[in-house]
C-alpha cells in the first residue's frame, strides 16, 4: 500500500485538530495554519512549500552540530541494534552512559565527578531541586530548603523549574510553588539607572546577599541561575556580578548552581558559559547541545564535594528516571560531543567564527537607528531595540516592535527570536563565515523593514 500524498495543508488541519503548542495562542495559530518544516541540512531548514530559512536559533538554542549529521543518526542505528534501552536501577549499569561520563568529565573543570543524566533541562533542574535538598538534609540541615532563582529568569515548564525560573505569567498559570524566592535580574540596559555597567554589576549582586539574609541563610539552599539569560533575552550580566555572586554564596553557604542547557556545550566559545565568565559553580544543569538535540537528553553535574556527600553519607537516595542514561541517547551524546571537539568546532567559535559573528553584527547594528545595544560573545547573540540611545530609552511598544522583526524575518527566511525589546540569536556552532554573513545581512533586512513598517524611522 503506498502512502497518501500529504499537502501543508493537511498537516496543518492534522496538527490544529491533535496539538496544544508551546507559549501561543492556540487559536490564533490554528486560524493561521502552522508551518510545517521537512527537512534541514547545517544551517537551513526548508518547509514543505520548499520555502528555505537561515536558522538563526539552532532550533531551540540545541542544534549546535547544525542540521543532517549522518554519523549521528548512524550511531543511534548501532545502538537501538545492539541494546536499545536499559537502566540503573536493578544494581545495572551499560558501556555507553559510562564512556559518555568518561568523556563529559574530560572537558570538564575537575571539580566535578557526577551525573545523574535525564531527558531534558525541565528535568536536570527538577533532579537538581531535590539533590540540593536532600544534600543539606544528608548534612543534618534540613531547614536549608529554599530555592533562589531570578525574575525573568528560565529553567523549563515542569512544576519545579517553572517555579524556579522568573517567569511572572508561568507562575501565574498554575506554575509556583512553595520554598522559592526570586532576585531582579542584571540587565544594565533597562535597570542600570544612573550606574555605570560594573556599578549596576555589584548592586545587582548584592540583591542576592539582601535575600539571604531576609529569607535568614539557614533556610536557604542554593542560588541558581543561567550564566547568561537565554530564554529571558540573551542578558549578558556586567563583568563585576559573577564574582560578586560567587563570593555571597560562599560567605552563606548557599549553593551556587548554574543552569547550563543554553550555555554548555561550546555555544559562548568555552566548552561551558561559566568557564567564560569566570566562576566555580557547585552543580551544572545540562541539556540540548549535550546531543545537539538529535536526541532528547540532559543532566545535573554535582562537584566533587556534593557527590561525595551523597555517595559516602547519603544512603539511599529515592530518586530515578526510566529513562536516565539512556543507551541511545547517550551513544548520539558521545557522538556529538566527539564531533565538537575532535572537529576543533568550539576551538573554532572561540578563535574565529564567534569573533566574526560578533565583529560584523557590531559593524552592521553599532550605529543603527534604531538598535541601542549589541550584546554577545562566540555563538550567541541579542539586538537591543531603542528609542533614544544615549539615555537607553526603551520604545513603549517594545514587544510588539521585536514580534514584527521576527515575522518580517521568517518572511525573509531567517529564524530568529524575539524576546521584550531584544532580538536574539544563536545559530549553529558549525556556522562558517559566509552563513554568518548571510544571519546578519537577513537580520538587517529584516530591522530596517520593521523600522520602515512601523514608520520608526
Ligand atoms: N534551562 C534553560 C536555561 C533553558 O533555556 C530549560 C532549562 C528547559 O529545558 P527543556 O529541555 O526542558 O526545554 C531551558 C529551555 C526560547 C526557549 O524560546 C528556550 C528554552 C526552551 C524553549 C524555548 O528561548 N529553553
Redesign the pocket.
Known amino acids: 500500500m503506498t502512502k497518501p500524498i500529504r499537502t501543508t495543508s493537511d498537516y496543518q488541519k492534522l496538527d490544529a485538530a491533535h496539538h496544544i503548542h508551546a507559549f501561543l495562542d492556540q487559536k490564533v495559530l490554528n486560524d493561521k495554519g502552522a508551518l510545517v518544516i521537512e527537512r534541514g541540512d547545517r544551517l537551513h531548514l526548508w518547509d514543505t512549500q520548499g520555502k528555505r530559512y537561515l536558522d538563526g536559533m539552532s532550533g ?2 540545541c542544534t549546535n552540530l547544525g542540521y543532517g549529521r549522518k554519523d549521528l543518526a548512524d550511531v543511534a542505528h548501532r545502538q537501538l541494534q545492539e541494546l536499545p534501552y536499559y537502566n540503573l536501577f536493578f544494581q545495572t549499569t551499560h558501556p555507553r552512559v559510562n564512556e559518555l561520563s568518561e568523556l563529559l568529565f574530560s572537558l570538564l573543570p575537575n571539580r566535578y565527578s557526577h551525573a545523574i543524566y535525564t531527558n ?4 536536570a ?1 527538577e533532579v537538581l531541586i531535590r539533590t540540593v535538598r536532600r544534600y543539606w538534609q544528608i548534612l543534618d540541615k534540613p531547614e536549608k530548603s529554599i530555592m533562589i532563582g531570578r525574575w525573568n529568569g ?4 515542569t512544576l519545579g ?1 517553572t517555579a524556579l525560573g522568573g517567569m511572572g505569567f508561568m507562575h501565574e498559570m498554575g506554575g509556583m510553588l512553595p520554598g522559592f524566592a526570586h532576585i531582579g535580574e542584571p540587565y544594565w540596559y533597562a535597570r542600570g539607572g544612573e550606574l555605570d555597567e560594573q556599578a549596576f554589576g555589584l548592586k545587582a549582586a548584592a540583591e542576592l546577599e539582601t535575600k539571604i539574609l531576609e529569607l535568614g541563610a539557614e533556610k536557604v539552599a542554593a542560588f541558581v541561575a ?1 550564566p547568561f539569560q ?2 529571558g533575552g540573551m542578558i549578558f550580566p556586567p563583568a563585576s556580578y559573577w564574582s560578586e555572586i560567587q563570593r555571597i554564596c560562599r560567605k552563606y553557604d548557599v549553593l551556587l548552581c548554574a ?1 547550563e ?2 550555555g554548555g556545550f561550546g555555544r559562548t566559545g568555552e566548552w561551558f558559559a561559566h568557564e567564560h565568565f569566570g566562576f566555580e559553580p557547585d552543580t551544572l ?1 545540562i ?2 547541545g549535550l546531543t545537539s538535540g538529535y536526541i532528547p537528553m ?1 543532566g545535573l553535574v554535582l562537584s566533587k564535594t556534593i557527590a561525595e556527600v551523597l555517595v559516602e553519607k547519603g544512603g539511599v537516595f529515592a530518586s530515578g528516571l526510566t529513562y536516565s542514561g539512556h543507551p541511545v541517547a547517550a551513544a548520539v551524546a558521545i557522538a556529538n560531543i566527539l564531533a565538537l571537539r575532535n572537529e576543533g568546532i568550539v576551538t573554532q567559535v572561540k578563535n574565529d567564527t564567534g569573533p566574526y559573528l560578533q565583529k560584523i553584527l557590531r559593524e552592521a547594528f553599532n550605529n543603527h537607528p534604531l538598535i541601542g545595544d549589541v550584546q554577545g560573545v562566540g555563538m550567541v547573540a541579542a539586538l537591543q531595540f531603542a528609542e533614544e540611545k544615549s539615555s537607553r530609552k526603551r520604545f513603549e511598544a517594545e514587544n510588539d516592535i521585536a514580534w514584527h522583526c521576527r515575522t518580517v524575518g521568517f518572511e525573509e527566511g531567517l529564524i530568529i ?1 524575539s524576546t521584550l525589546g531584544r532580538m536574539i540569536m544563536a545559530p549553529a556552532l558549525i556556522a562558517n563565515h559566509s552563513e554568518l554573513d548571510e544571519l546578519v545581512e537577513k537580520t538587517l533586512r529584516a530591522v530596517n523593514r520593521t523600522g520602515q513598517e512601523l514608520n520608526l524611522i
Not at 531534558?120 to 528535568?123: C, D, F, K, L, P
Not at 528560565?154 to 515548564?157: I, T
Open positions: 531551540l538554542w531534558s533541562g525541565s528535568e533542574n528560565y529553567h523549563g515548564s523549574s543561567e537565554g530564554a543552569d542547557v543554553i544543569s541539556a540540548k540532559g527570536r
